[in-house]
C-alpha cells in the first residue's frame, strides 16, 4: 500500500543546534516532495519543494534533501529558534495535479 | 494581499444536523482545494475545483459530503446528516492555476459534532 510516513514522536532540541526531520514514503514514484509548517490553531505554510533530479535545496537556515532510492526526505534547520517550534509536514502530489498527499507530521520544540 | 479565509473559525453542532463551511481564496486564484485534519495527522484532501467544476471529488469520504463553487471564487462544503465522525479541522487552500503550484491555505474551520 502507499503509505508517507514521518516521526511521530516530537523532537525536542536545544535553541542553536540543528534539527532534522525525516519523511519517508512507499510505493510512490513523487515528481517531487514538499515541506510545510504548521503551528496550532492555522493552516500549513509551503516551505520548500524538491524535484526529483535536486538531491538538494536551501532557504535560508532550511535544507532539505531527496533520496528517491531510499524514498526518503530530509528537512533541516540549521542554528535552531524558539521561534521554529511548530509541527512540520511532507507531502507529496502524485499525480502533480495538485491533490497532496500528507504525512503525519512532526512536532518541533526548540527550548532556549 | 489578503490570503485564504474560512468561515465560521468554529462550528458545533449536533449528530443528524446539516452543515456548510465557506471559503473565500485568493483573489485571481483559479484552484480550490478542501482538505480534513483530524488531531494529530496531517491534511487529507477531499476535493479540487478548477474553476467552477469540481476536477478531483475523489476523497470526499461518501455522499453526505458535497461542494460547490457555483462563480468559481467562493466555495462551500455541505455536510448532510453529520456523525461524529466528522469532527476534524476542515481546510481549504487556492493555488493560481492548480496543478504543482504552491497552495496556500486558510486557518481552518473547526467542525465538532455532538
Known amino acids: 500500500s502507499q503509505k508517507i510516513e514521518q516521526n511521530s514522536e516530537a523532537l525536542n532540541i536545544q535553541e542553536g543546534k540543528t534539527a532534522t526531520l525525516t519523511c519517508n514514503y512507499t510505493?510512490?514514484?513523487?515528481?517531487?516532495l514538499q515541506w510545510y509548517r504548521q503551528d496550532p490553531g492555522r493552516g500549513p505554510v509551503f516551505l520548500l519543494l524538491i524535484r526529483e533530479n535536486e538531491k538538494e535545496k536551501r532557504k535560508e537556515r532550511l535544507k532539505v534533501t531527496f533520496d528517491t532510492t531510499l524514498k526518503q526526505s530530509l528537512f533541516h534547520i540549521t542554528a535552531s529558534q524558539p521561534a521554529d517550534s511548530a509541527t512540520y509536514l511532507c507531502?507529496?502530489?502524485?499525480?502533480?495535479?495538485?491533490?497532496?498527499?500528507f504525512g503525519q507530521g512532526t512536532e518541533l520544540s526548540v527550548k532556549p | 494581499g489578503a490570503g485564504v479565509s474560512q468561515t465560521p473559525s468554529n462550528k458545533v453542532t449536533e449528530k443528524g444536523k446539516y452543515v456548510e463551511l465557506r471559503c473565500d481564496p485568493i483573489?485571481?486564484?483559479?484552484?480550490l482545494y478542501w482538505y480534513r485534519q483530524s488531531l494529530g495527522q496531517g491534511p487529507e484532501f477531499l476535493i479540487y475545483f478548477q474553476g467552477t467544476g469540481a476536477a478531483d471529488d475523489s476523497g470526499l469520504p461518501n455522499d453526505r459530503f458535497f461542494a460547490v463553487r457555483p462563480e468559481g471564487s467562493v466555495s462551500t462544503l455541505k455536510i448532510q446528516r453529520t456523525e461524529r465522525g466528522d469532527s476534524a479541522v476542515y481546510l481549504c487552500?487556492?493555488?493560481?492555476?492548480?496543478?504543482?503550484?504552491?497552495?496556500?491555505f486558510g486557518p481552518g474551520t473547526r467542525l465538532t459534532v455532538l
Open positions: 510505493n510512490y514514484s513523487p515528481a517531487y
Open positions: 487552500a487556492s493555488s493560481l492555476r492548480g496543478g504543482g503550484d504552491t497552495q496556500y
Open positions: 483573489s485571481g486564484h483559479t484552484a
Open positions: 507531502a507529496l502530489d502524485p499525480a502533480q495535479g495538485g491533490k497532496l498527499i
